[in-house]
């Protein structure tokens, strides 16, 4: 059985599944899609902070909304994701969050884009200073990939796949789900220190590279599946090895 990290390992194996039938394959991403050089989109204030996100309460977009308000005024919040742009006015999770940065002051500091498409999102990730996932659950979590595709640094909830593909202290920050105080003070640790962030996202890339890069999971599929279909002939032959002549 595959799991994408190794929290759904645990769920598999309290669900019963014994633990040496379960082999971690994580989701991969397109590294020659997303990559640190290229076009930027336009940017507002000097730090930027970038959230690519369903936009459902667990996805912990509040969260990034209510950290915003702890950073100094040249940080700004760019929320992609959700309905298309022209829609965003009649969507109640954006009119939710819009009410929560009123009510904390920043509301001329964060901006929704609507949802934005695959030949945009590169650019996007470059135009950040950081890249922040903090949601209450994960599975896996694609965001973070694409993001350290881009060199990016990502502040990331220590949760699901994202802590397996975000290394804290390396290409990023983990902080706990649903805490904006946390998430404020690593992503004020990248505003702080930009050679820093810059050198966080080299290694992101380098980790994108190296373990998430299409290629690399399609061949551990292969490998696990070859594992499978070999256990299943050898199954095979000794029972037809065993059976009465």
């Keep these: 059985m595959l799991a994408t ?29 997303f990559t640190a050089a290229g076009d930027t989109a336009p940017r507002g204030r000097a730090f930027r902070v970038l959230t690519v996100s369903r936009l459902v309460p667990r996805k912990g977009v509040d969260t990034v909304v209510a950290a915003l308000a702890a950073l100094p005024d ?10 298309r742009a022209e829609g965003l006015d009649d969507d109640p999770e954006v009119a939710r969050l819009r009410r929560l940065a009123r009510e ?15 030949d945009a999102l590169p650019a996007l990730y470059r135009s950040a200073d950081a890249v922040a996932c903090v949601p209450a659950y994960e599975p896996f979590g694609l965001v973070p990939l694409e993001a350290m595709a881009c060199a990016r640094p990502v502040v990331a909830a ?25 998430v404020a003070a690593a992503l004020d640790r990248l505003r702080g220190a930009p050679r820093r962030a810059r050198a966080l996202g080299r290694a992101g890339r380098r980790r994108a590279e190296a373990e998430y890069g299409w290629d690399r999971v399609a061949a551990a599929h292969e490998h696990v599946y070859g594992e499978v279909i070999a256990g299943a002939v050898d199954a095979v032959g000794a029972l037809t090895t065993g059976s009465p002549a």
């Design 74 to 83: 040249d940080a700004e919040l760019v929320v992609a994701g959700g309905p």
């Design 104 to 118: 904390l002051g920043v509301a001329d500091r964060v901006h929704f884009l609507g949802a934005v498409g695959q």
């Design 158 to 182: 220590a949760v699901g796949g994202l802590a397996d593909t975000v290394v804290d202290g390396v290409t990023g920050h983990h902080v706990p789900a649903g805490d904006p105080a946390a």
């Design 5 to 33: 990290c190794r929290e759904e390992v645990d769920e598999l194996v309290a669900l019963g599944v014994p633990v040496d039938q379960v082999t971690v394959v994580p989701c991969g991403v397109d590294v020659s899609h």
